[in-house]
């Protein structure tokens, strides 16, 4: 069993809807972070979070650390926000330990 | 620069000669890290480097993997005797502290592909 599990590993959507993608971890954490990774490659850091809930524009992060579970939230979706979402948890140390991905398709 | 910025982009080579990838951080980050993307695979950490500390290397697949930090700035991810299972993407991520607490954001290079044939 992976530390961090993501679900669904992949989502298709239809432009507006309200998307919620899930990470699951089964150690200790000090944060979890949200990436996002275009086609092309590219990886963005969404949000880090230790507890709480954080948002910025139509992204909402939640993270429940007794559940050890986290939820990105896409509000009114469009099809750029079509990507690869990674969940990504830092236990001890620095090192980050990654989820699968789930690849989101948003189309219009 | 304003972003992290990485070297070669793409890198073709055959099969048992030695690789070197260069990372730029930006500027002032005292935290740099390596990651690695195989083909259909997830994030894999390699190496972090934290100021003038000891590097955490726990991620280094085996021992033709290497990698160094002069300077505190710039970085180069070594591969020897490289095998076709090292082709991947390579990643770099830079961030400002790299503290435990873990309330620094990571930002990442565009990568260099590496393609062993």
């Known amino acids: 069993k992976n530390e961090v599990e993501q679900s669904p590993q992949n989502l298709t959507a239809q432009e507006g809807e309200f998307i919620t993608i899930n990470c699951s971890y089964s150690?200790?954490?000090?944060?979890l972070h949200w990436l996002q990774q275009h086609p092309g490659g590219g990886i963005v850091s969404l949000f880090m979070?230790?507890?709480g809930k954080k948002k910025h524009g139509r992204l909402i992060a939640t993270i429940n650390i007794q559940e050890k579970h986290s939820s990105l939230h896409i509000t009114a979706s469009h099809p750029r926000d079509s990507a690869v979402y990674i969940c990504?948890?830092?236990?001890?140390?620095?090192?980050?330990?990654f989820g699968e991905g789930t690849q989101l398709t948003v189309n219009p | 620069g304003a972003g992290v910025s990485q070297s070669p982009s793409n890198k073709v080579t055959e099969k048992g000669k030695d690789v070197e990838l260069r990372c730029d951080p930006i500027?002032?980050?005292?935290?740099l890290y390596w990651y690695r993307q195989s083909l259909g695979q997830g994030l894999e950490f390699l190496i972090y480097?934290?100021?003038?500390?000891?590097?955490?290397k726990s991620g280094l697949p085996s021992d033709r993997f290497s990698a160094e930090r002069t300077g505190g700035s710039v970085s180069t991810l070594t591969i020897q005797r490289t095998q076709q299972e090292d082709s991947a993407v390579y990643l770099c991520?830079?961030?400002?502290?790299?503290?435990?607490?873990?309330?620094?954001?990571?930002?990442f290079g565009p990568g260099t592909r590496l393609t062993v044939l």
């Open positions: 500027s002032g980050h005292t935290a």
């Open positions: 991520a830079s961030s400002l502290s790299g503290t435990g607490a873990g309330t620094d954001t990571q930002y």
């Open positions: 990504a948890v830092r236990a001890s140390g620095s090192r980050l330990t």
């Open positions: 150690v200790g954490i000090s944060a």
């Open positions: 979070l230790s507890s």
């Open positions: 480097f934290q100021g003038n500390s000891a590097p955490d």
